[in-house]
């Protein structure tokens, strides 16, 4: 009658050396969706002091619009139109969806003074279009009616800040 101390011993063994029941399994939180990055607008380049930019509307849409050369010209603050310049925007926006140039198409061309590398130039001179546009649309006019580009620093004429000033600046003109 050995083997049944035996085999109880041996019971006793297999049962202790069994593993632990498996603990229940917990959600856990969804892993995360990594918010794609986007790139950063470049810096402003040093010695450009984009508050004084300009706008500077074509003479044929002045006339048109009846807009007086002293409106024509108008500081923006970076490539950011400033809220005392939207007023000049919202003209515009009313001579090309309801006055005289109803229906024509209108093109803005950002520039940036020579300074800094050609990309950036190009760049800085798109962002300034863009966001006169974004201020033109917000005021009424269709966006399929602007065009916008940028010519950078191709037509830079300047040579010191002052000068340069003039290179700051997105040309509203009538599109083709």
Same mark, same amino acid.
């Given at each position: 009658?050995?083997t049944l101390p035996?085999?109880?011993?041996?019971s006793?063994?297999?049962v202790?050396?069994g593993s632990?029941?498996?603990?229940?399994?917990?959600?856990?939180?969804p892993e995360p969706?990594?918010t794609?990055?986007? =790139?950063?607008?470049?810096? *402003?380049?040093?010695g450009?002091v984009?508050? $004084?930019?300009?706008? %500077?509307?074509?003479e044929d +849409?002045?006339k048109?619009c009846?807009?007086?050369?002293?409106?024509?010209?108008?500081?923006?603050?970076?490539?950011n139109?400033?809220p005392?310049d939207?007023?000049?925007?919202?003209k515009?926006?009313q001579?090309?969806?309801?006055?005289p140039l109803k229906g024509?198409?209108m093109?803005?061309?950002?520039?940036?003074? =020579?300074?800094g590398d050609? *990309?950036?130039?190009?760049?800085l001179?798109n $962002?300034?279009?863009? %966001?006169v546009?974004?201020? +033109?649309?917000?005021?009424?006019?269709?966006g399929?009616?602007?065009a916008t580009?940028?010519?950078?620093?191709m037509?830079?004429?300047?040579?010191?800040?002052?000068s340069?000033?003039?290179?700051?600046?997105?040309?509203v003109?009538?599109?083709?």
């Amino acid at each position: 009658m050995q083997t049944l101390p035996f085999a109880v011993i041996l019971s006793f063994v297999l049962v202790a050396c069994g593993s632990d029941p498996p603990k229940p399994v917990t959600p856990s939180a969804p892993e995360p969706v990594p918010t794609p990055v986007l =790139p950063a607008p470049p810096p *402003e380049k040093a010695g450009d002091v984009p508050s $004084r930019s300009n706008i %500077n509307i074509s003479e044929d +849409i002045r006339k048109a619009c009846g807009i007086t050369d002293s409106e024509a010209f108008f500081a923006y603050d970076s490539a950011n139109v400033r809220p005392q310049d939207k007023a000049i925007l919202q003209k515009l926006a009313q001579c090309f969806s309801t006055g005289p140039l109803k229906g024509r198409q209108m093109r803005l061309v950002g520039h940036a003074d =020579p300074r800094g590398d050609e *990309e950036y130039n190009m760049t800085l001179g798109n $962002r300034r279009a863009d %966001n006169v546009k974004n201020a +033109i649309v917000g005021a009424g006019l269709a966006g399929a009616q602007i065009a916008t580009t940028s010519r950078g620093e191709m037509d830079a004429t300047g040579t010191d800040e002052a000068s340069w000033e003039k290179d700051r600046r997105v040309d509203v003109m009538l599109g083709t």
